[in-house]
């Protein structure tokens, strides 16, 4: 009870700052323009393969279209998820009012599942903002539905981790714009730290870039999902673990 | 019974010993002042009644609540306000204050939140953002989340700082109304007339320890005072008013005025004595607790 109560709250705060509305706005024009381009892109390589020297071959709007579309919307999650997350706690704490919760007879877990899940329920809405552009395309033709929720839930898990990463850094200072940086640090090393070696190697496992693309093609594997539920609980545990600290300190 | 028991609380900042091996009691509906210069350590032990902050060492109980063990159930029953009010400047009163009694368990969330809005006198501002209120305002904000799920003891961290004279009198009077309704309060300040004004017992910190715990006459040297003022001083003045039956001490202070100190109310045997001498003035003393404070914190003492 006392999560929702906290979650809901947090929901209508991002709504009442600007930085809500800013992110909300970047998220869906970049988006926005992102989805064009691989529209774009997919009706003229469509035209080239048709009827051409390979003969009729059918690209998929799952592969040609979403998964590289998808691929850009969680690269700006990453950068967007940090600036929604920053505030979480460092925000509580500039301002005192982070005492009005621990001296209230609510447990800090349910706290950060709180914050954690308002903050959850705001990216919720930017990705349902998204959901036109491939649900327009069902006016033409018919895309693999199936793909097309993989790859949504590929959004939710990277933006779930990004928040819960952020919740962290948020918990560790009174200052946003420093929890805004280090996590944008943190997530952009996690995201492409798989380079360093093939996908198999220790890199590649905790690189989350390996985690997303099967989803994308609408591939769902147990490994990749407790990947993401893993990470979240990690993160989540570590700032209860530091908000708890705030009793001692 | 006890509202508060505290036994040997401590609590040290690293090197800094913040709160150093605090005891005493507070009784069911009493009304607490602590009283210390800024430093001493009255919102850390108030943080540590509240369960915001743990103790290095002792232990706090609250309505035979242990707060290391059982702080959900202490919470409950407490309402604090910190020294800083905890605000959030985007949410509008009302807002604010129903999800104040909603994260405090009160009963029916959004009929306390009414009810404390009637209690406290914030009717014209229920619907305005926190954000857009004068201080004054953001207080009673503050008092009223302290107030909202009706709790049984009250914390209250400076609970008149930074208010107008008439302000600081509409927070007392409600402090003093509350206390009528069988609500313990703890209140720290360093104004001096307001622990006069509301506190039935004085608890003066300093440097972490408790210097003096007394009631508020305890604490001034004399059940009663009286300060009078004459025309004529002479040695005779005082040798006639120690003289009175009940009369304790009779100082001789600056532009013939003089302290008396009984055991009982003797400004009628006074006046009555020193008439002859040219009464200009008289009146109960008020000094007393400042002299006291004043001494018992001096940071030089010991030193």
Known sequence: ?249 | MSMIEVQNLTRRFGALTAVDDLSFSVGQGDIVGFLGPNGAGKSTTMRMLTGSLGATSGSVTIAGHDIATDARAVQRIVGYLPETPPLYTDMTVRSYLRFCAKIKKAKSPNQAADNVIDRVDLGAVAGRLIGHLSKGFRQRVGVAQALVHEPRLLILDEPTSGLDPNQRVEIRALIADLAKGDVTVVLSTHILPEVEAVCGRVIILHQGKIVAQDTLAGLSGADQAVRVVVARPSDDVGSALSALPGVLQVKALDDGAYRVEANDDVREAVAACVVGFGLLEMGRDQAGLEDVFIKLTRSDRGA
């Open chain 1, 1 to 249: 009870m006392a999560v929702l109560t906290i979650a809901a709250r947090e929901f209508r705060a991002t709504f009442n700052s600007t930085i809500g509305w800013l992110v909300l706005a970047a998220f869906l024009f970049l988006n926005g323009v992102f989805f064009l381009m691989w529209l774009t892109y997919f009706a003229e390589a469509s035209a080239q393969f048709s009827g051409g020297a390979y003969g009729d071959v059918q690209l998929l709007l799952s592969e040609q279209l979403f998964a590289p579309f998808y691929g850009n919307v969680a690269t700006i999650l990453l950068f967007i998820c940090p600036a929604l997350s920053m505030r979480m706690f460092a925000e509580e704490r500039s301002q005192r009012t982070l005492e009005l919760l621990l001296t209230s007879p609510i447990s800090t877990a349910e706290i950060v599942l709180g914050k954690f899940l308002g903050a959850l329920g705001f990216v919720t809405v930017l990705l349902a903002g998204l959901l036109y552009g491939p649900l327009l395309l069902w006016w033409w033709s018919t895309p693999d539905i199936g793909a097309l929720v993989t790859g949504n839930l590929a959004l939710f898990l990277v933006a779930a981790s990004t928040i819960a990463i952020g919740a962290l850094f948020s918990s560790f200072t009174d200052n946003q714009i420093t929890a805004l940086v280090v996590t944008v640090s943190v997530c952009l090393a996690l995201y492409i730290i798989g380079a360093v070696g093939d996908q198999d190697s220790i890199w590649g496992q905790i690189s989350i870039l390996s985690h997303i693309d099967d989803l994308f093609l609408g591939g769902i594997r147990l490994s990749d999902v407790s990947y993401f539920v893993g990470l979240i609980g990690v993160f989540l545990f570590a700032t209860h673990q530091k908000v708890e600290s705030y009793r001692w300190s």
